[in-house]
């Protein structure tokens, strides 16, 4: 009934308009074959294998086992283990490379910094570095033994400087100076976003008696939030996402002690390793729910804190 009310309303528009909409389809026709081809399509044959039995080690034949899988998933303590091993990394992720960029983009977008755009070539150049690269030369850095922070820390007087690698306690450490190295990005955004701040609102809140703080407050964040909103959304995805950096560093064990066995590590190793490809479909399709209900959250809240420019409430 729908489909058959929009094509009345498609016949009822003007030639032009009409002839403007199918250009607009055409020029939007290859993003919409590769979002059904390589997105859609993937997703929803992902969502059939979950009620399958598809496991490349075995010679078992093709059939429908129904919710198993999910009575898997839920039985199985590496999921939970690895999804606390996220949320708990993402808790130190987020906060860090959310403010460090914004702080160093306020820093170069201050009066203080005489060449600008010297420091923002030199604090993005390390994001066009390929990133196994760089977490090949960050574990040489960070080498316990050999690593050039701890020869430098003993250099200071450190007797016993961390075990940055192999340690517990240090790894996640580790793995946030690591991710600090990339942080280019997301400098630029937060710089772009502050120069487009009008400076008609610092004159009206210095008039009004605002102070450094105070124009921070109710002006600077206020109208930076869409970005600060995007930095979030794309960090919680990262946090998901994260199982590159573990990989390289360790080739997928975890180690130290399991510490590092994310959710999308433990993921990789269920469809690659043990080539089930039904419970890895099973576990994606965890990820996929809960990054869906932490984004429909942040949008539902987002009135509250994210101001748009022009909107009425």
Do not use: C
């Not at 690895?82 to 959310?98: A, H």
């Not at 760089?134 to 960070?142: C, E, F, K």
């Not at 955004?189 to 703080?213: F, I, M, R």
Request: charged share 10%; proline share 5%; no cysteine.
């Amino acid at each position: 009934m729908r489909a058959r009310r929009r094509r009345l309303v498609f016949r009822r528009l003007p030639p032009l308009a009409r002839r403007e909409a199918l250009w607009g389809l055409a020029f939007l026709s290859p993003w919409l074959i590769g979002f059904l081809a390589f997105t859609l399509v993937p997703m929803l044959a992902t969502f059939g294998f979950t009620f399958t039995n598809i496991n490349l080690n075995q010679n078992e034949p093709l059939h429908f086992i129904g919710l198993e899988n999910y009575r898997t998933l839920a039985g199985d303590s590496q999921v939970w283990t690895s999804l606390g091993i996220t949320l708990k990394f993402g808790l130190l992720f987020l906060p860090v490379t959310l403010i460090i960029p914004l702080a160093l983009a306020m820093l170069l977008n201050s009066r203080y910094v005489r060449i600008p755009g010297f420091f923002r070539t030199l604090f993005y150049m390390p994001y066009i570095v390929p990133l196994v690269a760089s977490v090949l030369i960050w574990n040489g850095y960070l080498n316990a033994e050999t690593g050039w922070l701890n020869e430098a820390l003993r250099f200071l007087g450190v007797s016993n400087p961390p075990n940055w690698m192999n340690d517990t306690r240090w790894i996640y450490n580790s793995l946030i100076i690591i991710a600090l190295w990339g942080i280019g990005s997301s400098m630029v955004v937060n710089l772009a976003s502050l120069q487009g701040v009008p400076t008609e609102l610092y004159d009206a809140a210095k008039v009004d008696g605002a102070g450094w703080w105070g124009s921070l407050a109710n002006v600077t964040l206020p109208m930076i939030s869409p970005v600060i909103f995007y930095n979030l959304m794309i960090g919680i995805v990262a946090v998901f996402q994260y199982f590159l950096v573990p990989l390289v560093l360790n080739e997928g064990t975890g180690e130290p002690g399991g510490a590092t066995m994310f959710s999308n590590l433990y993921l990789y190793k269920t469809f690659f390793t043990f080539q089930d490809m039904s419970y890895g479909a099973t576990q994606a399709w965890l990820l996929f729910v809960i990054i869906l209900a932490i984004t429909l959250v942040l949008f539902k809240t987002s009135k509250h804190w994210v101001y748009y420019a022009g909107e009425t409430r």
